[in-house]
């Protein structure tokens, strides 16, 4: 049964287009935002799942800058999460701190040139070297790549294509061989730069193993988990604050004597965009609270990703729509809306990856 969960709005019709939210990671990580699931010893809210992404769609609320924001969810589930739930003491001493306080950005780096979502096949290597590590290879499309002070890269210890033949390892981005691109052109999220990330003989301690050898595809499941939950929420304060402007503009403009927003059509159509924001904000918080709960939360997860980007993709469309000729205009930046929701359906593991997973768990695969 899907719980029925309130919007962390307080007062919508307070809600207007020019509400502006922290303007850069440093200031959404001193407003308590990134270092929300923290442990409080490490400086962080010590929240849980639910509660931490109850407080970014708060973030969504405000206006930051969808960019912005998916680096710095990014951020905090890539380096922090991998860090919080698989670090060691010294690890996690060493960089949660600065983490939470944004003195320290974090990227992990998962994909390749010629595998995609296929992780299990990645070909990037991690061979031991009596005390050390040395990993090699490239990836491809890593958020905050250039701007990271700390990678999380995964990487194969194994010859064989399995859940067992993958670990996580922490590379600082001072590591000699560690190379980033430069920034690749991007559609939409700007404000957070995507690059390419190359390897050539990185040397690492033995310490910088994040949980244990073989374990890389545990923490990256873990991770990806809760960074669908806490990036989608941001998506769902989007869309919340999406929907308020529409129904004010819909009741302010007028044609035919009378406010748009008494033509069925467009009455309909903001009804619609209620219902897509409300239910996946419920899916979003149904796999929180399973994530929370200890139980396998696979299928929610999936199935509250597909739910949240294809809302976040048809409201961003649906608004252009009400606005008219003025959704169209740049200077509305309803259009920049639409290409920032498109990501959604792409990034933390395809939605056609994650209708693969639902159909496994109903026995189809």
Excluded at 329 to 355: H, M, P, W
């Amino acid at each position: 049964m899907i719980p029925v969960v309130e919007s962390a709005v307080t007062d919508a019709s307070t809600i207007l287009p020019d509400v502006s939210g922290p303007g850069t990671l440093r200031e959404i990580a001193e407003a308590g935002y990134t270092g929300a699931h923290v442990a409080r010893r490490h400086g962080g809210g010590g929240l849980n799942v639910e509660s931490t992404s109850l407080k970014l769609e708060e973030l969504g609320l405000l206006g930051t800058d969808a960019g912005l924001a998916f680096s710095a969810v990014t951020s905090m589930a890539s380096t922090g999460v991998a860090l919080s739930d698989f670090g060691t003491e010294r690890q996690q001493m060493q960089w949660l701190p600065g983490l939470v306080s944004g003195d320290v950005i974090g990227a992990h780096a998962i994909t390749e040139e010629l595998v995609g979502s296929d992780a299990l096949n990645m070909s990037t290597q991690a061979v031991r070297d009596g005390e050390s590590w040395v990993l090699t290879g490239s990836k491809t499309f890593v958020t905050n790549g250039g701007l990271a002070d700390v990678y999380v890269v995964y990487a194969r210890t194994s010859n064989r294509a399995s859940p067992l033949g993958l670990s996580a390892f922490l590379v600082p981005a001072d590591t000699a061989g560690l190379t980033p691109g430069p920034p690749l052109e991007t559609m939409g999220l700007e404000a957070s730069p995507v690059t390419t990330l190359v390897l050539d003989g990185c040397r690492l301690g033995a310490d910088a193993l994040i949980g244990r050898v073989g374990g890389g595809f545990l923490v990256l499941d873990h991770v990806m988990q809760r960074e669908i939950i806490f990036s989608f929420m941001f998506n769902v304060g989007e869309m919340e604050r999406r929907v308020q402007r529409c129904v004010s503009w819909a009741r302010d403009r007028q044609q035919f004597g009378q406010p748009i927003s008494a033509q069925q059509a467009v009455s309909h159509r903001l009804a619609e965009m209620r219902i897509q924001v409300d239910t996946a904000r419920m899916w979003l918080i149904r796999a929180a609270q399973t994530v929370d709960s200890g139980r396998s939360a696979t299928l929610d997860v999936s199935i509250a990703k597909v739910i949240a980007s294809r809302a976040h993709q048809r409201t961003a469309q649906d608004a252009v729509q009400v606005f008219g000729g003025r959704g169209y205009l740049k200077s509305f930046g309803l259009e920049r809306d639409v290409r920032n929701s498109l990501a959604g359906s792409i990034y933390s593991g395809t939605n056609e990856i994650q209708l693969n997973r639902i159909a496994s768990v109903m026995g189809l695969r």
